[in-house]
């Protein structure tokens, strides 16, 4: 819970600022962690590989390289793993979403791979993470691993990606894993927890005297959060008082609340909570 608190002595005003983030997920994403036990709302592109969704753990061997591996759902219960398939190709999972600039992609990912050889580019494994912008086509890497890149031939763990998106537009986070030319020992990814949360938005209010009698209480509501004013006439008092509810808007939303209770009173604290 945020809360800013705003203090009113006769004309005079004093702000404290705080912020507010929503935490909703993106109204594009219906099945971001893959919690449906499917692949709604995402699509493969498999040649020779294959791509589930597990309910469980999922232990790997690591063929003396890493040893024996028990991977867990990041959060929930599920997480999808793609296999690697016909050598050269990469196995491909991918989901689209509409974005503005300020959004974030936040998800979790694993390579998991067997190799010995990694000096040898044929037996180099690898996968990746990019964003993609569908109109430009801009790509954007978010996470890249090959065999040669990790010190034990073995896997990177669970990796949490942040990436702030630039510029508003239509968007397709897509991930791939390739088994290179020896067809053996395929590696597998894992993709869990997947969000898009709108960005942190500073939470900036303020008062004024309009009339004797009067405050009004100024600040802007945003997209998907509920807002409560709330009073005391001084800090000491046992309990914050209710004034107003804002309920959570569709777009940002000013919001000037007019305080006609204040009467005779010399003095008055307001705060603003959310949610």
């Known amino acids: ?8 002595i006769l004309a005079a005003a004093a702000i404290i600022c705080g912020s507010a983030e929503a935490t909703v997920i993106h109204p594009g994403l219906s099945n971001p962690g893959f919690e449906l036990g499917d692949f709604t709302d995402w699509t493969t592109s498999l040649s020779g590989g294959t791509a589930t969704v597990l309910a469980s753990t ?3 061997d690591g063929a003396g390289f890493d040893g024996f591996v028990t991977w867990a759902p990041v959060e929930s219960a599920k997480f999808a793993l793609i296999r690697g398939g016909n050598t050269g190709i990469y196995q491909k999972l991918s989901t689209l979403f509409a974005a503005a600039a300020g959004d974030r992609v936040v998800f979790s990912v694993f390579l998991d791979t067997t190799e010995e050889r990694a000096y040898l580019p ?7 993470a990019k964003l993609i912008n569908t109109t430009t086509l801009e790509e954007t890497t978010l996470f890249a691993a090959s065999v040669a890149s990790l010190p034990n031939r073995g896997n990177t763990g669970w990796t949490s990606v942040d990436f702030t998106i630039p510029a508003a537009g239509n968007y397709r986070l897509e991930f791939g894993v390739r088994n290179m030319t020896d067809n053996g020992f395929s590696p597998q990814m894992g993709v869990d927890f997947l ?7 500073p939470l900036v209010a303020s ?17 998907g959060l509920t807002y409560t004013i709330q009073y005391k006439n001084a800090l000491t008092d046992a309990a914050w008082l209710h004034l107003y509810d804002v309920a ?12 006609t209770s204040v009467g ?5 604290f307001y705060r603003v909570v959310t949610p």
């Open 1 to 8: 819970m945020k809360t800013l608190l705003l203090r009113s």
């Open 58 to 60: 999922l232990t790997l």
């Open 122 to 128: 044929n037996w180099n494994d690898d996968g990746y």
């Open 195 to 201: 969000s898009v949360p709108a960005p942190t938005v």
């Open 207 to 223: 008062i004024s005297s309009v009339t004797e009698g009067e405050m009004h209480i100024h600040f802007v509501a945003q997209i």
């Open 248 to 259: 959570a808007p569709a777009a940002p939303l000013a919001i000037d609340y007019n305080d």
């Open 264 to 268: 005779i009173s010399t003095q008055r």
